[in-house]
């Protein structure tokens, strides 16, 4: 018995307008597996690296994209309890995400509160695992310190924002004028990113922050590693400013990664480090858990309403071209989130353990 899957493939280097919508058989789910329905799915930074060929380790073409989904599970493998059918839960994939269903290890599956929708609950795995790992795991940042945000507007600042400011942690937030009264609503103190940054930052944080979370990377990096206060950690986990360069996708991180090595070997009592979500994933065990562990404490504090989805759209799965194209336009505050066509499209032709 099988299923047809709806999937977004992204064929090559391409425009946005260059996503295939295709279909394929799916086979039953096999021990310790479940299928799921698929009703939720982000685009990411991750993804808009992956259409030019940028993400540092992304597969070859054609894949599928989809860092991250929400499903429903259909159907079970052996080995798998039966009462998971018909459960909502989360998975962080890193590609295959675009899909309308998928075939993955129960290991592998956090459950999500019932108050929690699809779509917002998207909004927080990889985003809510970056967040709180950047903030809790990597920089340490303890109540009553000050932290700054760059892209606090996007979907991973946003999630920094609130997690900070649900913990006591004080927040300088950059983004662009439009959305200064969306970063202040968070509870952070904007800060325009077109002006003098380190003045601004000064203006506000004399002695400098805890800790700045830069995903620009570029010559700025600089300015962030400056701003820190004596003790304080700088958190890279990204390479915006250079996403558009040509040449080989890798130098510019392997650049950045070795500006962070001089700076940690110089006596300047600063911390840098460059964030990588799948770093542990040699003790798949260890990783598995801190992820289940991490995500279900952003989850239960979005259930009890200290953290809010930012979903700057729903856009229909087959709409996906569309959904990256606005993802990539510079103008949303949050996530732009794929869902479900509709539920003939998501349908599974058999329910049930196999």
Excluded: C
Excluded at 20 to 42: D, F, I, K, N
Excluded at 98 to 110: G, I, K, N, Q, R
Excluded at 195 to 203: C, K, L, S, T, Y
Excluded at 330 to 350: I, R
Aim: aromatic residues 6%; hydrophobic residues 45%.
């Amino acid at each position: 018995m099988s299923v047809i899957t709806t999937e977004i493939v992204l064929p090559a280097r391409v425009a946005p307008d260059g996503l295939l919508v295709t279909q394929r058989e799916l086979s039953a789910p096999g021990p310790g597996q479940a299928l799921l329905t698929v009703e939720a799915s982000g685009v990411s930074f991750a993804e808009q690296q992956m259409r030019r060929g940028k993400y540092y380790d992304q597969p070859a073409f054609p894949f599928v994209p989809g860092y991250d989904l929400v499903g429903t599970v259909a159907a079970v493998g052996a080995e798998v309890d039966p009462a998971l059918i018909g459960r909502r839960v989360a998975a962080l994939t890193k590609i295959g995400g675009w899909t309308s269903h998928a075939l993955l290890d129960v290991a592998d599956l956090v459950p999500v509160p019932a108050p929690l929708d699809a779509a917002e609950a998207e909004t927080f795995v990889v985003n809510g695992i970056t967040a709180w790992q950047m903030l809790f795991r990597t920089a340490k940042v303890r109540p009553g310190q000050t932290v700054l945000v760059h892209g606090a507007n996007g979907g991973v600042g946003s999630t920094l924002v609130q997690l900070a400011r649900a913990n006591g942690i004080r927040v300088i937030g950059t983004a662009s004028a439009r959305h200064a009264d969306a970063v202040s609503a968070l509870g952070a103190s904007w800060i325009d990113y077109r002006g003098d940054v380190p003045q601004q930052v000064r203006a506000l944080a004399p002695e400098g922050v805890d800790a700045v979370f830069d995903h620009i990377g570029g010559p700025g990096i600089k300015d962030s590693f400056a701003l820190l206060a004596p003790h304080g950690t700088l958190v890279s986990y990204g390479t915006a400013a250079t996403k558009n360069e040509e040449g080989n996708s890798r130098l510019p991180v392997l650049k950045l990664l070795a500006r962070l090595m001089l700076w940690n070997a110089l006596p300047n009592r600063r911390n840098a480090h460059f964030f990588n979500l799948w770093a542990g994933k040699r003790n798949l065990a260890r990783f598995r858990d801190r992820i289940t562990e991490d995500l279900t404490a952003v989850f239960d504090l979005a259930a009890r309403g200290a953290l809010h989805a930012q979903i700057a759209a729903r856009v229909p799965l087959t709409e996906a071209a569309r959904a990256m194209q606005l993802a990539e336009s510079g103008t949303v505050v949050g996530k732009v989130v794929l869902v479900a066509d509709a539920p003939a499209v998501n349908q599974p032709l058999f329910q049930g353990e196999l």
